[in-house]
């Protein structure tokens, strides 16, 4: 059974930063692209960031308005991929869900950052 | 970016009523590989989004048939041919043919 299990969210400051972890299992996760999605308060999603497989030389992609500051990493040896954010501001607040790139097929549960002072 | 509008914003329906959401996009999702990369979501109260349809118009595994997804280029649309209880949520189209990625403002669907 697939599954994606993300954790590490939290309330922090502005400026501060935070490691979001999406732990994998289920399938084979070396060959996986994964994503990040956030959905804000209003309940509108936006995707995050991409990275892609080692034969794909682990490339990485960003929104602009994450660009700079997020940065999306994979532990194949642990099935996880992870998204360090820095420098949050309060419109980064959301619910962050990971998912995996095979037609967007699995999500994970989801964890809340809330951004505020 | 490519812009998603998804209408209505509010669909109000009773068990069994067939119903449509339509999805039209800024640009065409027509991909240079020849696929449609545009998708189908279901939100349901306090839970991850669920995909339906993947590349317009394939089921996802475990979705029931009388969810169907058709459209071409730059319009979409998802039925939903005899509404059961268990559909009540949000819907969402989302598009990756262009990057960045990007969804529609979501579709609720609630019981007439």
């Known amino acids: 059974e697939v599954q994606l299990v993300e954790t590490g969210g939290s309330l922090v400051q502005p400026g501060k930063s935070l490691k979001l972890t999406c732990a994998t299992s289920?399938?084979?996760?070396?060959?996986?692209?994964m994503h990040w999605v956030r959905q804000s308060p209003e309940k509108q999603l936006e995707w995050v960031a991409q990275?892609?497989?080692?034969?794909?030389?682990?490339?990485?992609y960003y929104a602009e308005s994450v660009k700079g500051r997020f940065t999306i990493s994979r532990d194949d040896s642990k099935s996880s991929v992870y998204l360090q954010m820095n420098s949050l501001k309060e419109e980064d607040t959301a619910i962050y869900y990971c998912?995996?790139?095979?037609?967007?097929?699995?999500w994970g549960q989801g964890v809340m950052v809330t951004v505020s002072s | 970016d490519v812009v998603l509008t998804q209408t209505p914003s509010i669909l109000s329906a009773t068990i069994g009523q067939s119903v449509s959401i339509s999805c039209r996009s800024s640009?065409?999702?027509?991909?240079?590989?020849?696929?449609?990369?545009l998708y189908w979501f279901l939100q349901r109260p306090g839970q991850s989004p669920q995909r339906l349809i993947y590349?317009?118009?394939n089921l996802g595994s475990g979705v029931p048939n009388r969810f169907s997804g058709s459209g071409s280029g730059t319009d979409f649309t998802l039925k939903i041919s005899g509404v059961e209880a268990e559909d009540l949520g949000v819907y969402y189209c989302?598009?990756?043919?262009?990057?960045?990625?990007?969804f529609g403002g979501g579709t609720k669907l609630e019981l007439k």
């Open positions: 998912t995996r790139n095979n037609y967007f097929d699995y």
């Open positions: 289920g399938f084979t996760f070396s060959n996986a692209w």
């Open positions: 990275i892609k497989a080692k034969s794909n030389n682990y490339a990485t």
């Open positions: 640009q065409s999702l027509l991909d240079s590989d020849g696929n449609t990369y």
């Open positions: 590349l317009v118009s």
């Open positions: 989302m598009q990756a043919t262009h990057a960045p990625w990007t």
